[in-house]
């Protein structure tokens, strides 16, 4: 296929932010679903990805699109939800490697946050055009809402005073963007010179509530995505893909989803990854997206295809995906290639990543449900606690006796005692582990949200100080 503006892939968009300042409840709002609400303590704790079809994009934006007239080119939007809250740095930097183009999302009530400006940062680092959403409009005092509404029509609506709101915490947003370096205006008032700079970010007030402000948004991001970033969205047949996440699914074993960037990938691929012991070559025996609109990340009827295009969110199957690293490439071997050379590619900057998963020879076990939580709790444990608690022992899935077993070892170390403990975020603990522990005297603590493992494991270690 030639690489023509004609022929775009996807662009991949990350949303980012300050927790609870509205990300998953926007992509609610654009799904039609409610996956904020199913979430553990209100907070999203996995990176995600949803594609969006272009008719979909259409319809969402069709009143604005009426005396906007852009000619949607775009095969359809990839967008990447990630979590706000500040343990999951490694996940925002996931997903800001990863994308052409991002939604900074800001809670217009409480204006610029600490990760708000860690966004920020990590988005200029990497020179990624942003939008800022000015999210949560509808709490303006007063506010009238016209469900969907575009956002211009919707502050038509106002009264002086909810107006004046408004306009004084837009204000205040842009103060504090331009204390950060960056010039900003409400996108519709923004002048020919502000639009050809591209470092300037328009601000786009929005309600994931009312769904008002959606529709301008959407189609912003369109446009900027056909109109500025087009040389970079050519399709083109090489493969590009990165790992976005490994996973124990109940029923599927070990997945990893990745987000294929570019090019194609089909099943049967011999394929090469990156995993902690070098790395695997393995077949593609499953390819598996969820429907359009719907979030990888939660479990659905997967759709099964022979072949992929990118850009796409997709969750292959097979083997040896055990110690697979996020963040890492994974590369096709084709007919005409070296295997060695593939290895050596993908393996070139694994360096950086497999520092943090390391493991010390005597220290707690961690186990989580995905390889993102299992990093960002290794970063607390080693990082953030004082003293750095050691870590021996790493896990993705369910808490088997075989695991309680092996970390029991403690117990008959001297002044290792404590570490007898098994740190298990959102996996299961098998019946039998629960009374091999019970036995062993080896502490399991579990939670479904990362902050209350850290509460409890802190409390103990400090009992155990006194
Ligand atoms: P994390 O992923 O945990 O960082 O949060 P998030 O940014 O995805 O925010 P989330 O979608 O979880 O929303 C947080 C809370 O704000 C929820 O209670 C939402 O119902 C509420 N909320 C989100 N958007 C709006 C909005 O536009 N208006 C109002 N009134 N509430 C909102
Ligand atoms: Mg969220
Ligand atoms: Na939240």
Redesign the pocket.
Known sequence: AARTRDNLRCPIIVIM??????????L?NIRRTNV?EG?AG???QQIGATYFEPKTLLTRCEKLNKTENLNLTLPGVLII?T???ESFTNLRSRGSNLCDLAIL?VDLMHGLEQQTIESLNMLRSKGTPFVVAL?????CYNWKSTTNNDIRSSLKDQEEGTTQEFRSRAEEAKLQLSQQGVNSNIYWEMGDDDWKNSDFVPLVP?????GEGVQDILLLLCRIAQEKLWRQLMWCGNLQATVLEVKAIDGMGMTVDIIIVNGTIREGDKVVMCTMDGPVVTEIRGLLTPPPSREMRIKSEYIHHKEIKGALGVKIIGNGFDKVMAGTPLMVVGPDDEEEDIKAEVMSDLKSVTENLSTDKNGVMVQASTLGALEALLQFLRVETKPPIPVSSVGIGTVFKKDVTRISIMKEKKGMEEFATILAFDVPVDKDAREAAEEAGVKIFTADIIYHLFDHFTRYMEEIAE
């Open positions: 932010g300050h927790v609870d300042t509205g990300k998953t409840k926007l609610d904020q979430e209100g907070i999203t939800d979590p706000g809250h999302v999210n949560k409009v509808d709490r929005t309600s994931a509530i009312t």
